[in-house]
């Protein structure tokens, strides 16, 4: 099913999501709300991207469309090759399985498993088996090898969102996408958990897209994208702190 319908001239080798006109239109009662119009972008491989936008621009909603985890009202969504938006509910549920990474602000880590059943989970799910040499190198990457045997309720915050993050590259899928991923964690372990996502672009070869209020968290990423109503307005390459604040504010109230 992944074979069949891969299009090179729709997605490129060196791109790993694409979006082709995407809007979305939530059917909230008597008054439709737009929450994203006619998006278009593309995010290369191994790069980390952050999305920013003032409260309610839709950055949620970019990245629920890009994940598969929400259907666009129009437009195309490619990933790794993958038009998921022509793929059926259950089809597009074993996509989401193999081929997408997810960590949010809560862990969502089952505590009757191990953290190490935990991070192999969506391998045993998908009836694949585990690549051991994969799994020491991501277990090691995110500094947790010598807590595989224990409960996830036996490790820190920062380390539980260490977890998820294993959990989420265990498939080596199309791209990780995160939702505040950082937004539960004091700022220090925060700190840590974006230079783990930075690694995982830059050592892991991973594809990275995050979304954040966070300037600071931001600034670990390679691009930020920058949602205003709904639309995508600039774009910011390596950038700083400072920088971010400054578009951001240009934006008016975040
Ligand atoms: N399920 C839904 N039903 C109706 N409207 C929705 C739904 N989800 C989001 N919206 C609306 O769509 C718009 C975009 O919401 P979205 O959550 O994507 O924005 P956001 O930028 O992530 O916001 P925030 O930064 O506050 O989390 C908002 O106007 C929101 O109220």
């Given at each position: 099913?992944?074979?069949?319908?891969?299009?090179?001239?729709?997605?490129?080798?060196?791109?790993?999501?694409?979006?082709?006109?995407?809007?979305?239109?939530?059917?909230a009662?008597?008054?439709?709300?737009?929450?994203?119009?006619?998006?278009?972008l593309?995010?290369?491989?191994?790069?980390?991207?952050?999305?920013?936008?003032?409260?309610?621009?839709?950055?949620?909603?970019?990245?629920?469309c890009?994940?598969?985890?929400?259907?666009?009202?129009?437009?195309?969504?490619?990933?790794?090759?993958?038009?998921?938006?022509?793929?059926?509910?259950?089809?597009?549920?074993?996509?989401?399985?193999?081929?997408i990474?997810?960590?949010?602000?809560?862990?969502?880590?089952?505590?009757?498993?191990?953290?190490?059943?935990?991070?192999?989970?969506?391998?045993?799910?998908?009836?694949?088996?585990?690549?051991?040499?994969?799994?020491?190198?991501?277990?090691?990457?995110?500094?947790?090898?010598?807590?595989?045997?224990?409960s996830?309720?036996?490790?820190?915050?920062?380390?539980?969102?260490?977890?998820?993050?294993?959990?989420?590259?265990?498939?080596?899928?199309?791209?990780?996408?995160?939702?505040?991923?950082?937004?539960?964690?004091?700022?220090?372990?925060?700190?840590?958990?974006?230079?783990?996502?930075?690694?995982?672009?830059?050592?892991?070869?991973?594809?990275?897209?995050?979304?954040?209020?966070d300037?600071?968290?931001?600034?670990?990423?390679?691009?930020?994208?920058?949602?205003?109503?709904g639309?995508?307005?600039?774009?910011?390459?390596?950038?700083?702190?400072?920088?971010?604040?400054?578009?951001?504010?240009?934006?008016?109230?975040?």
């Open positions: 099913m992944h074979t069949d319908t891969r299009d090179p001239v729709i997605a490129p080798p060196d791109i790993a999501v694409r979006l082709e006109g995407v809007s979305k239109v939530y059917d009662g008597a008054a439709p709300v737009t929450a994203l119009r006619d998006v278009s593309a995010i290369p491989k191994r790069s980390f991207t952050a999305v920013m936008g003032p409260s309610g621009s839709g950055k949620s909603t970019l990245l629920q890009a994940a598969g985890l929400d259907r666009p009202s129009a437009g195309r969504v490619t990933l790794g090759g993958t038009d998921i938006s022509a793929l059926k509910a259950k089809q597009l549920t074993v996509f989401r399985r193999d081929h990474g997810f960590v949010f602000q809560a862990y969502n880590l089952l505590p009757h498993l191990t953290v190490a059943r935990n991070i192999t989970l969506p391998l045993l799910l998908g009836g694949h088996a585990v690549d051991k040499a994969w799994f020491d190198h991501v277990v090691s990457a995110v500094g947790l090898a010598d807590l595989t045997g224990r996830p309720l036996e490790l820190s915050g920062g380390q539980q969102q260490r977890a998820a993050i294993a959990r989420a590259l265990i498939t080596k899928p199309d791209a990780v996408f995160g939702d505040e991923p950082t937004g539960a964690l004091d700022s220090r372990t925060g700190r840590q958990v974006l230079e783990l996502l930075r690694h995982t672009a830059t050592h892991l070869r991973q594809t990275v897209v995050m979304v954040t209020h300037p600071v968290a931001a600034s670990y990423a390679d691009r930020v994208l920058f949602l205003a109503d639309q995508l307005v600039g774009s910011l390459e390596r950038p700083t702190a400072q920088a971010v604040v400054d578009r951001m504010s240009s934006l008016g109230e975040w």
